[in-house]
């Protein structure tokens, strides 16, 4: 694992262009988040303030900054993937929007966060041979006292039929990460529907066991709790509507259904950022 990580680093130590002199990313933060799009759809800026609200306690220093990166439809197996079709969540431009991420915080594009991952200096996850993640963190290009990942979504359908595949998924990202990376891994918001919730409960149910397996390096913090289903399950008011008030949108909670749901599980966020950081 240190050795794939190491060889990620060499082939990538030439690669200075794509941030400041020093080979980092312009902006890079404190805390990086990574995630899919409920983030760019709202949870991005929930979590700013979230964190910004914990600076000072929970293990997290008084100074510390905040990116958020949300890549659209993108999975644990995105991330980690190293052929171009695996990477395609990540590096291929929306044909309908033309972007595929929102960036938030240090990372933030000014009024208009959505950006295309590949492009721009602070975005270049997309290089042949290595996955995006091992992109992101290869030769200090970002180097984050904590790394959090925010989503499930996508991958619901592969881990809640398979914990085989949920465990793969999750050994693929420990060995991506740099040695002794502090990092958290969150499930993501509960949708609207019923059966969306009964599906991701189970997909929850197994990545959380595979990390648990795994047995090292990340902290686990569920978004799926009795308190956040009751908060979200049948309650229009979290999502997107039309004019009519129907639900649009059942699987992006809105801004401020996010900070409901972060406010939720601000208890289990802060207890895993002070194990990560070694706070209190």
Not at 29 to 37: A, K, T
Not at 70 to 92: L, Y
Not at 111 to 118: A, K, L, R, S, T
Request: with cysteine; glycine share 12%.
């Amino acid at each position: 694992m240190l050795g794939k990580f190491l060889l990620c680093v060499a082939c990538l130590a030439a690669f200075t262009d794509a941030g400041q002199a020093d080979g980092t990313a312009k902006g890079a933060p404190d805390v990086l988040i990574l995630g899919d799009s409920q983030l760019t759809f709202g949870a991005g800026e929930a979590f700013l303030d979230e964190l910004a609200g914990m600076a000072g306690s929970c293990g997290l220093e008084a100074g510390a900054t905040t990116g958020v990166i949300g890549v659209r439809s993108s999975a644990i197996t995105s991330w980690t993937g190293t052929t171009k079709a695996a990477k395609g969540a990540i590096c291929d431009v929306d044909p309908k929007w033309k972007v595929n991420a929102g960036a938030y915080g240090t990372l933030s594009q000014g009024e208009n966060p959505y950006v295309q991952i590949g492009k721009g200096a602070q975005f270049q996850f997309c290089r042949a041979g290595v996955s995006p993640l091992q992109a992101v963190f290869a030769d200090g290009y970002y180097a984050p006292d904590l790394v959090i990942f925010f989503m499930m979504g996508n991958a619901t359908e592969r881990w809640a039929g398979d914990p085989a595949a949920a465990l793969q998924d999750v050994r693929a990202l420990l060995a991506d990460l740099p040695p002794d990376q502090p990092c958290i891994f969150m499930t993501s918001a509960p949708p609207y529907k019923e059966k969306a919730i009964r599906d991701r409960q189970q997909a929850q149910n197994n990545i959380e066991a595979a990390f648990a397996k795994a047995g090292r390096q990340c902290s686990f913090v569920p978004g799926f709790t009795p308190q956040t289903i009751a908060e979200n399950q049948g309650n229009a008011a979290n999502f997107r509507r039309n004019a009519s008030g129907k639900v649009k949108d059942p699987y992006h909670p809105t801004e401020a259904g996010a900070r409901r749901f972060l406010n939720l599980r601000r208890g289990a966020l802060c207890a895993a950022i002070g194990k990560q950081l070694g706070g209190s």
